[in-house]
């Protein structure tokens, strides 16, 4: 069974402007929810989607958005890039938002911010 | 907010046990999750407690108390491998609420 996939790996960016990441759930998984990981904040929760409707937002601007297909993958989207926006952003997916609290996660999206 | 308070390092000796504490204080509770992650790796599930007590998965143990709003993970035989950051995450309520995770305790196994 494949794990949860994300595209890109890596990518470099210049202020201002926007980018677009994307993740695959395990198949058969309906929610997937994203994190911001910078060093020594741990993982900062950005939202979470199940059957293509948002269903948690975390405190982040607008300029974070996403969304859900039909197939239960996911786009997220930064617009106006910052600075400090460069960091770890992983993907997770669970079959229905487990209260077990398993996610299973991507190996992420890099992005630096120049 | 949320709050979750976790070492940020911890070093070890290879062989032996270590314990990486987690308070919380968040406006809910539904359980105490721990994640594993290697540098350059993806977050992987450890252990889950909803109720008071100790959970043993092989090496790995994670007991919580509800009452005192704290839990830990134990690492017994330590293995060079085990070098990793750890987080613990609150569950606040129900299954449609996302985890809240600490910031992380780095890991060093010494030989």
Redesign the interface.
């Known amino acids: 069974k494949a ?2 996939t994300q595209t890109p790996r890596y990518l470099i960016k210049t202020r201002g402007q926007q980018v677009t990441l994307s993740c695959s759930p395990i198949s058969g998984h309906r929610s997937v ?1 994203w ?1 911001q990981q910078t060093p ?6 950005l939202f ?1 989607y199940f059957s293509e409707t948002q ?2 937002k ?1 405190n982040f601007p607008g300029r974070f958005s996403g969304r859900q297909f039909s197939n239960s993958r996911s786009e997220m989207n930064v617009s106006t890039l910052e600075l400090g926006d460069s960091a770890l952003y ?1 993907c ?1 997916s669970s079959p ?13 999206s890099r992005l630096t911010v120049l | 907010g949320q709050s979750l308070e976790q070492p940020s390092e911890v070093t070890a000796v290879e062989g032996a046990i270590v314990q990486i504490n987690c308070t919380y204080q968040t406006s809910g509770f539904y359980g105490l999750s721990w994640y594993q992650q290697h540098d350059g790796g993806a977050p992987t599930f450890l252990s889950y407690n909803a109720l008071d007590g100790l959970e043993e998965t092989g090496r790995f143990s994670s007991f919580l108390s509800r009452s005192d709003s704290y839990g830990y993970l134990l690492l017994q035989e330590l293995q060079m491998k085990d070098s990793a950051s750890y987080f613990c995450a609150v569950r606040l309520n129900s299954g449609n609420t996302p985890l809240v995770f600490g910031k992380g305790t780095r890991l060093s196994v010494i030989a």
């Open positions: 794990g949860v929810s994190y020594g904040q741990g993982l900062q929760f979470e269903r948690n975390g992983l997770a229905r938002g487990e209260p077990t609290g398993e996610l299973f996660f991507g190996e992420g």
